[in-house]
């Protein structure tokens, strides 16, 4: 575990000096699990992908930032809530666009065994219900009740206080809850 | 109130996106998009450490070029008047051949008895801006304002030449604003009313009228007066601004008569050559013919 910390304290060192292969070894560590979470709170694979992008290319002059002993994933995290603000607002926008076009008509539910269109459509409907949602309030929703990690590691990770991330959460859960009320109605299932 | 319903509804949707996100591309594909990514991130940070790089050393480039340009307008002389571009007052503005050197450096401040300012060009340029002997007679107003009794003292003491040259421009245009507005007669009357003035008060206003406001006729007037009470000890000073007022009023035999005994250096090469170009200039131009303007 002490190991763990020296070699990742080791790499930030090196990251911080530019050293390629330090970003390499980070991107490598780091990129799946960095995506999973851009993936989750954009709500799109095209942007997700753009904001992991940027946060590595950022990452050189970005960890200079970082407080010492501080786990390099959650850092990772907070750089990427720091500037996910437009990819946000592209990924919204392609979905706006979708929706208008109705490229992908619903199907009607309970028409596969394994829920998996059922998954998916929920899984759209609540990223389309995330894009009403001011940024702190979405990032609040995910961290917390998507990625189920505590208020206070959220509040570490989005720069703010365990008392705001949760108050975020309960403004962030009722909306969404008032946005899916017509998931049903319109024939989701 | 919120269901049961929702409530499992907004939940199997917070799952739902968890899975997606998570199950979403085959590791293969996952695979060729990291290495692909990488390259990406590589390049664009590579990309970026050159532009650094460009910017930093275009950035040392230029603050060398503006160090180098201060250093050549310090040592030429310009600096100064890239930096005199705050409020001045009139008469030093359009003084561009007196007040300055040849190459148009400003002069450094010299004593009023070493002051020997370029001699005139040829033509006529003293009618278009105040005379090279301008900034000269400001210095003695500024000591009055500050001091008075301290430099009259010392001047007395001292010798007959006026007090050194100084800062007096800045004092000059704090004390001036407030009555640029009135006529010359008004502040004539204005300055009779007030009483029986100090020399030294008479010297500030005629100086003011000269350089400042340029109405030499108010300003011959003081000169005037203040050579008739005795003159003071700026009464050489004084007396050479009269015949500069009197070359501005173009009352020529008058400005000649003026000029002529410091001209012939009758007080000790005070303002000889100044006064020798002057009349140069005054004898190639002639008197102004009765149509002209003054």
């Known amino acids: 575990m002490a190991d763990d910390a020296d070699n990742e304290a080791t790499l930030v060192e090196r990251l911080a000096r530019g050293d390629e292969a330090a970003l390499r070894d980070v991107y490598r560590a780091h990129r799946s699990a960095l995506l999973r979470f851009a993936r989750r709170l954009v709500g799109d694979a095209a942007a997700a992908d753009d904001l992991v992008h940027e946060v590595f290319v950022r990452l050189p002059r970005a960890v200079r930032r970082m407080q010492p002993g501080a786990p390099l994933g959650g850092f990772l995290i907070a750089v990427a809530v720091n500037n996910a603000r437009h990819h946000v607002r592209a990924a919204a926008r392609r979905r706006r666009a979708q929706t208008r076009l109705a490229q992908e008509p619903r199907a009607p539910s309970g028409g596969t065994p394994d829920g998996e269109v059922e998954r998916r459509q929920l899984a759209q409907a609540l990223s389309r219900a995330l894009d009403q949602l001011p940024l702190d309030q979405r990032v609040a929703f995910v961290l917390c009740a998507v990625e189920e990690r505590t208020s206070a590691d959220a509040a570490t990770l989005a720069g703010t206080n365990e008392s705001t991330m949760r108050a975020r959460l309960f403004h962030a859960r009722r909306k969404l809850r008032e946005h899916l009320a017509g998931y049903h109605d319109e024939g989701g299932s | ?294």
């Open chain 2, 1 to 294: 109130m919120t269901s049961p319903i929702r409530a499992d509804l907004l939940s199997r949707a917070a799952r739902a996106l968890r899975d997606e996100a998570a199950h979403e591309r085959p590791d293969a594909i996952e695979a060729w998009q990291g290495m692909h990514g990488w390259h990406d991130v590589s390049r664009d940070v590579r990309k970026i450490a050159r532009r650094r790089r460009i910017v930093f050393i275009v950035g040392v480039q230029l603050l060398a070029l503006v160090v180098g340009v201060g250093a050549w307008a310090a040592a030429s002389g310009r600096l100064p008047d890239l930096f005199s571009r705050h409020p001045a007052p009139a008469g030093r503005r359009a003084a561009p051949a007196g007040a300055h050197g040849r190459h148009g450096r400003p002069r450094p401040p010299v004593t009023p008895a070493a002051a020997s300012p370029a001699p005139p060009p040829a033509g006529p340029v003293l009618p278009e801006g105040p005379s090279p002997v301008a900034a000269p007679s400001i210095a003695p107003a500024t000591a009055v304002e500050s001091e008075p009794v301290a430099r009259a003292t010392a001047a007395s003491e001292t010798s007959p030449g006026p007090a050194p040259r100084s800062s007096a421009p800045r004092s000059l245009s704090v004390t001036s604003p407030p009555r640029l507005a009135l006529s010359a007669r008004e502040r004539a009357v204005e300055t009779n009313r007030a009483g029986p003035l100090e020399p030294d008060e008479i010297y500030r206003q005629a100086h003011r009228e000269h350089f400042v406001r340029r109405d030499y006729a108010a300003a011959l007037a003081l000169w005037d007066k203040y050579l008739a009470g005795g003159g003071g000890s700026l009464a050489l000073e004084a007396r050479y601004n009269r015949a500069i007022a009197l070359v501005r009023l173009r009352r020529h035999e008058e400005a000649l008569a003026a000029l002529a005994p410091f001209a012939a250096g009758e007080h000790d090469g005070y303002r000889q050559q100044e006064a020798q170009a002057l009349l140069r200039m005054l004898h190639a131009t002639g008197p102004p013919s009765p149509s002209e303007p003054r």
